[in-house]
């Protein structure tokens, strides 16, 4: 084995929303919390539920059904929330993202990742690296940072960073 694959993480996240299984590799992952109250932000996009505190710290939050077009649902106790990191030109932002239930860490090598059938997939391919078959189910594998393409960002870093410039100048 040389050095370089030896250096290269293979461990993601899985997760599900409805009956679908995705995973976010484990570098882009900060933390998982338990559902907590949202502070809606006003004329924000659907997605985007709102803001919470971490750590006194803005989190944005945005609800992973929407964002990937499926219905909304009730939350159960296994709804949680998964902190991201996301690059956005070569800028570190977090996000929260609402999925309905963690499932594991798991291992998945390079390749065991296969693409996307280019055919019925409800699915934006950029958001997606590839599929991995796991024990008996598949994984889609996703591309955070794709996942929140730049107008997401903006839009989300726009809705609660204003309250926070006016906080910075007042002090």
Same mark, same amino acid.
């Given at each position: 084995?040389?050095? #370089?694959?030896?250096?290269?993480?293979?461990?993601?996240? @899985?997760?599900?929303?409805?009956?679908?299984?995705?995973?976010?590799?484990? &570098?882009?992952?900060?933390? =998982?919390?338990?559902?907590?109250? $949202?502070?809606?932000?006003?004329?924000?996009?659907?997605?985007?539920?709102?803001?919470?505190?971490?750590?006194?710290?803005?989190?944005?939050?945005?609800?992973?059904? =929407?964002?990937?077009?499926?219905?909304?649902?009730?939350?159960? +106790?296994?709804?949680? $929330? =998964? /902190?991201?990191? $996301?690059?956005?030109?070569?800028?570190?932002?977090?996000?929260? !993202? =609402? %999925? #309905?239930? %963690?499932?594991? /860490?798991?291992?998945?090598? +390079? &390749?065991? $990742?296969?693409?996307?059938? @280019?055919?019925?997939?409800?699915?934006? &391919?950029? *958001?997606?690296?590839?599929?991995?078959?796991?024990?008996?189910? *598949?994984?889609?594998?996703?591309?955070?940072?794709?996942?929140?393409? @730049?107008?997401?960002?903006?839009?989300?870093?726009? !809705?609660? &960073?204003?309250?926070?410039?006016? @906080?910075?100048?007042?002090?």
């Amino acid at each position: 084995m040389d050095k #370089d694959n030896k250096n290269q993480i293979k461990s993601y996240l @899985t997760f599900k929303l409805g009956t679908e299984e995705f995973a976010a590799h484990v &570098s882009k992952v900060l933390n =998982i919390l338990e559902m907590t109250p $949202i502070t809606k932000v006003p004329k924000a996009p659907e997605y985007l539920k709102g803001v919470i505190n971490l750590r006194g710290a803005v989190l944005p939050v945005i609800d992973a059904r =929407i964002k990937f077009g499926m219905p909304e649902a009730e939350y159960t +106790n296994n709804t949680c $929330i =998964i /902190v991201l990191d $996301i690059d956005v030109d070569g800028e570190s932002v977090h996000v929260g !993202a =609402i %999925v #309905d239930s %963690v499932q594991a /860490v798991v291992e998945i090598d +390079n &390749s065991q $990742i296969m693409p996307l059938p @280019t055919i019925g997939s409800r699915y934006k &391919s950029e *958001f997606i690296i590839g599929m991995a078959k796991i024990d008996d189910r *598949f994984v889609i594998i996703l591309n955070m940072d794709a996942v929140f393409s @730049t107008d997401d960002i903006t839009q989300i870093v726009d !809705a609660d &960073s204003l309250e926070d410039a006016e @906080t910075e100048n007042n002090e």
